[in-house]
Nanobody
Framework: QVQLVESGGGLVQTGGSLRLSCAAS????????MGWFRQAPGKEREFVAA????????YYADSVKGRFTISRDNAKNTVGLQMNSLKPEDTAVYYC?????????????????WGQGTQVTVSS
């Protein structure tokens, strides 16, 4: 079992930066791949970024590549999402998720554990 709690969301202007953090509970956190997803009003929840359980590989949605960076600190049981050059279309509720897959997972169904989400709003 893994419990996830996101923090760090808020309101920022276009071009600004935010850092999201996800705190995980559970002794086996380091064995889970981690991902970030987002859901805008009226839209499906979509993949944003993922990190291999070893921390050795990452994968990003094309829409955030070069602007967002996912990272993890297994000693602190946390995963972060640094978001730079934010755009109004990045506005969404952002969710942290954990996957038991041995590869970098990008599909929602591959993630068994989810946080409650944190709101990110980018004003134009």
């Amino acid at each position: 079992q893994v419990q996830l709690v996101e923090s760090g969301g808020g309101l920022v202007q276009t071009g600004g930066s935010l850092r999201l953090s996800c705190a995980a509970s559970g002794r086996t956190f380091s064995s889970y791949g981690m991902g970030w997803f987002r859901q805008a009003p009226g839209k499906e929840r979509e993949f944003v970024a993922a990190l291999h359980w070893s921390g050795a590989g990452t994968y990003y949605a094309d829409s955030v590549k070069g602007r967002f960076t996912i990272s993890r600190d297994n000693a602190k049981n946390t995963v972060g999402l640094q978001m730079n050059s934010l755009k109004p279309e990045d506005t969404a509720v952002y969710y942290c998720a954990a996957s038991a897959r041995t590869y970098i997972a990008t599909a929602r169904m591959e993630y068994a554990y989810w946080g409650q989400g944190t709101q990110v709003t980018v004003s134009s």
